[in-house]
Structure formats: structure tokens, C-alpha cells
């Protein structure tokens, strides 16, 4: 190694020491300005969106599994027409839970294989309505329901109407005209009924039912009253992508929506009994702040991109969704992971200098393609592997941590980049390409 790296390992030693001075060098060596939000709000946001289910991190818990909704009967509850279109244009339907779904940005047979195999698969074979109470066109109990509904003050909970941005107590539950397209009429039967039953704990009281048995006389009939209240606004309406898609797409199948559920790690978040156990299946975000620059972070985190062009076709469909960030969240994402996700040896390498940049990078591009990197990586349209695209990996990548990981991938990602044996004036010159413009 040159004896440009030497403030590297004195910072490396300072470090250690807990030094002020090393701290300096390693922010000298970041080479970007430090990203302007708010770690701590970026940490809690990073545990209400529940990262942790596919990433590694340090240090960090989520409840997410108990802000998602169970889906082992998902196929009960909503309709296919409205959860088509969810699936495509992910909305909140209870803004006071910090759980947000993702956007995996599906495409139309993708998201037509997730509702089928919901529709199919993910359904109560034991679930009856009694045929006199079964949903009937017209809804003719909405009039009474209305009547009940004020009766039983369901608006304390369930707005019914759509409110301002302002999220209020009784936003926790899902708004009534949200409903009314949403959910299939003879589930929510079932659900009024008894919910205890369908969801043991949940907030919703059981009013009618308790131990299967009815709580008075009629109650069968004012359930089916407040339902039809409920249902009446949206009867009519329906999404008609999902009936197109179907009609383009006849080939897909419930079996290639639950292959897709699972590769998007969706029992991760979501309980689904009849799915395996979900596992972290996205790189490790440990050393994160080192490793990107909190720019191009904060810029990923608002709109997700392919980094590894072919990875996303090998592994059936895994990929980073958009969670519909609010303006400065991602900046604090950011601000948290070069806080506290972040690794100090990387840090402290210093970058060539600009006079030295031009025969480094020469020399990193025989190095890089006498090793076949491109056999993994794609450069510009070259076709690669299952590596990441490094066509314009220098607004993404941090120098140090490219430096490092060059000569040790097993020490910073789960990963099936081999070990390269570089040398440590190799490394720097590989780095330097990666980092470079390409030609």
C-alpha cells in the first residue's frame, strides 16, 4: 500500500482510542456531506416499518407483525376486484398504524398471481353464514343499519367519512367507506358477529356473540342490518382491472402467487399459516452507513430502483419496495444509518488523490476484467450476473468500504462474491475503478 495510507491506520489506532482527531479523518474520508435528518426519528422509523424482517441490522426490534393484519383467511375477507388494485396502489387504511404496506411495484400478472392465490388459497373451508343472513343485491337492511349503527355508536371508532390528514383516536380502525368496497359482505357477517372469534384480542368488541352463542334474541338480524349499512355504498362498485387482467393473463395460476409471496417475504410482516417461515433475504444493513453515501440513500429510500438487473429475475421476484416515505423520513433513515450502522475501519481509509485517480483507475479496470468481475457485474449494457450493476456505482458507494470489501466480501454481506485475493494496492486500484466514470 502507498503511504497515502498511512492517516488511514493511524486513524484506524485513534479510533480504537476513542479518539476525537480519528473522528475527523473519518469524516474527511466519507467524502460527502453528513445527511441533514434526524437519526432518531430515522431509528424508530426503521422499527415501525419493520426493515428488520429482511434486512440484518444491529440493535433494532420491530412490532410489525403486530400492526399487520393476519392473511391465513385473507381470502374470506376482501374482495378480489379491491385487493387487485391495494396490491398495485398500496394505500394506509388505518393512519394511526406506524406499519405501512410496501410497494413492491408489481406488474399486472404479478399482482393478478398474488390475488389468486389469496382468492384460492388463503380461505376458511368451515366458514358458514346462515342462508337467510347470506348478502342480498340491494342491500335491504342498510336503512336499519344506519338506524343501529348510531345505535351502537360505531363512528366512535370507524369514520365514516374521509378525514383530513390529521390522524385522529379513532383512526386505528378502518374507515367505513373504505369498507364498503373492500371487504367481501358475508365475512363481514361473520366478523361483526363475533371478532374475537376471527382476530382473539383484537380492539373491536364482541357485542352480538360471545362463546359462539348470541348475546339476545334478533341478533342475528341486526348483523345483518349494520352489514348491509356497511356494504350498501360500495355494492355497486367495482374495480375492473382485476376482471381485465384475468382476461390478458389466463395462464396465471394461485401456485405462482403463492411462489411470489413467498420470494417477497410477505409472512415476514404478515401471519400466514400456510406459508414457511419468512427469513432475511435482503443484504445485511450493518455497516450500511459506510458502505453508501447518504445522499443516493435517502434518494434510493423515496424511489427504489434495480440495483442487480438479473438477480431480480433469478430470485423470482425479491426486490426493495417504496413505502411511501413523507417528506424528510428518508433523510432521516439516512442520517441513522451513518450514526449507527456504520463501520469504523472503512471510515478511516483516505481516498486516492485526484492526481493519482487516472493510472489507479487504469490499472483497476485490467484488474477488474482479467478477474472476470463482469462474469457478475454489469457495466453499462454488458450483461452480468447476480452481482450489482456498477455502471455508476461511484454515486452510490462509499471508497473505504469498497476498498475493504474488495479484499474480504465475506466480512461485510452474506454473498457469493469469492474472495479475490488483492493485494492491498490492488484493492485501492479496483476501488478506484468501481468508483470511476466508465468509458
Known sequence: MSSRSNPASLATRLLAAGCCAALA??????????????????????????CAVCHTL????????????????????????????????PERLRPAIKGRMPDFRLLEPEALALVEFVREGLRDASATVPPEYRFKPGAPGAAEGKKKAETYRCVQCH???????????????PRLEQASR????????????????????????????????????????????????????????RFPEYDEARKRYPEITAADGRRLMVALNCAGCHPVRSLPAAKPLAPSLVTEGSRVKGAWLA????????????????????????????????????????????DAESDAVIPPAASELRDLRERG?????????????????????????????GERLRYGWVYRFVQNPSAFLTTRMPDLNLTPDEARAVAAYVLGPKE
Open 25 to 50: 479523518l473519518a469524516s474527511l474520508a466519507r467524502a460527502d456531506a453528513p445527511s441533514v435528518g434526524d437519526p432518531e426519528k430515522g431509528r424508530a422509523l426503521i422499527a415501525d416499518l419493520g
Open 58 to 89: 444491529r440493535d433494532t426490534q420491530t412490532k410489525i407483525r403486530k400492526d399487520a393484519p393476519d392473511l391465513t383467511f385473507e381470502g374470506d375477507r376482501v374482495r378480489p376486484d379491491w385487493l387487485y388494485r391495494f396490491l398495485r396502489e
Open 159 to 173: 369514520a365514516d367519512a374521509p378525514r383530513a390528514p390529521k390522524v385522529e383516536a379513532n383512526d386505528l380502525a
Open 182 to 237: 373492500r371487504l367481501d359482505p358475508n365475512w363481514l357477517f361473520r366478523w361483526i358477529r363475533d371478532p374475537q372469534e376471527l382476530a382473539p384480542g383484537v380492539t373491536m368488541p364482541s357485542l352480538f356473540y360471545s362463546d359462539g352463542e348470541a348475546n339476545f334474541d334478533g341478533a342475528d338480524q341486526v348483523i345483518a342490518d349494520l352489514r348491509d349499512y356497511v356494504i350498501a355504498p360500495g355494492e355497486t362498485h
Open 299 to 342: 434518494s434510493f429510500l423515496e424511489r427504489p430502483h434495480v440495483i442487480k438487473p438479473e438477480y431480480g429475475i433469478l430470485s423470482g421476484g425479491t426486490r426493495m419496495p417504496g413505502f411511501a416515505l413523507e417528506p424528510g423520513e428518508a433523510a432521516d433513515i439516512a442520517a441513522y444509518m451513518e450514526r449507527a450502522l456504520s
Open 365 to 393: 479496470r485490467g484488474i477488474f476484467y482479467e478477474r472476470r468481475c463482469t462474469d457478475c457485474h454489469r457495466i453499462h449494457e454488458e450483461p452480468g450476473g447476480i452481482g450489482p450493476d456498477l455502471t455508476r456505482a
